[in-house]
């Protein structure tokens, strides 16, 4: 009985051991732990078993001689020991790859969720009609600022992704790959948005400078024309119609000076 026992723990062990074994891969995690349920049930009879043993011993030591004696006492400590060992390390084993799995689906989560937001955000970069008025063009940069920001609130997010990655790497997997990616992605949105804003910016900068410059010339217009109207007045003594000459030759002459307006 004890030794189909130990042999029986041996096997368990050897089973535990391909579980317990570290893996890059979420499916090879599942399927460990699908493997590991299988073991589960072995807890309870293991005790059993070890229980039978321990009172065969019992029964056995009082008719045995006293180096027989200390032969079966040795025998049931290790087997107590080695199960004990067993017992351990399946709940270790048990934890270790339930915390696995939700660590990747935490991952996965959070890398869909900021892969699907990254390529949204691209699409609203990508092309952008020129607007008609100043208005426009200023609300436009006011979005993409708003979109800056919006960037910038999920630099946190990009760094637990890498994080994680960095704490599920096993061997020679690909989750470093999968989120420097991402962060490559996350970082050439950021300095493209920086460049859309100056670009737009300077769009608001020239519209600013010409409607400017359009009120000062109308304004300029508004200012020579009624300086003309006063002009036009034929009567009176020749002294008033030669200042009206006077006057009309400063207004010929801001005319010209005015052409490049």
Same mark, same amino acid.
Request: charge should be negative.
């Given at each position: ?23 890059? $891969? /979420?499916?090879?995690?599942?399927? @460990?732990?699908?493997?590991? !349920?299988?073991? =589960?049930?072995? #807890? *309870? ?90 208005? $426009? /063009?200023?609300?436009?940069?006011? @979005?993409?600022?708003?979109? !800056?920001?919006? =960037?910038?609130? #999920? *630099? ?106």
């Amino acid at each position: 009985e004890h030794g189909q026992t130990c042999e029986w723990l041996q096997a368990l062990m050897d089973r535990l051991e391909v579980c317990a074994e570290a893996s890059p $891969d /979420k499916h090879v995690i599942q399927n @460990k732990l699908d493997r590991l !349920q299988e073991l =589960l049930p072995t #807890r *309870q009879e293991g005790e059993t078993r070890v229980s039978e043993i321990r009172s065969l011993a019992e029964k056995t030591l009082p008719h045995t001689a006293a180096p027989g004696q200390q032969q079966i006492r040795r025998e049931l400590d290790s087997l107590s020991h080695n199960w004990d060992l067993y017992s351990t390390k399946l709940s270790d084993t048990q934890q270790a790859l339930e915390a696995t799995k939700e660590s990747w689906e935490e991952f996965d989560t959070l890398y869909d969720s900021l892969s699907k937001w990254l390529r949204d955000m691209e699409l609203q970069l990508k092309d952008h009609e020129l607007k008609s008025t100043l208005a $426009d /063009k200023q609300g436009q940069v006011e @979005k993409f600022k708003a979109q !800056q920001q919006d =960037l910038a609130s #999920r *630099q946190a997010e990009v760094d637990t992704v890498s994080v994680r990655a960095k704490q599920l790497e096993v061997g020679e997997s690909k989750m470093a790959a999968y989120s420097e990616q991402l962060t490559t992605r996350y970082q050439a949105l950021r300095t493209k948005v920086k460049s859309v804003i100056e670009r737009w910016e300077s769009f608001v900068s020239e519209h600013e400078q010409y409607e400017s410059s359009y009120a000062g010339c109308m304004h300029w217009l508004n200012e020579l024309s009624k300086r003309l109207s006063q002009c036009e007045e034929t009567s009176g003594d020749r002294q008033a119609i030669e200042e009206a000459q006077h006057r009309l030759q400063e207004v010929f002459g801001e005319k010209d000076a005015g052409a490049g307006q």
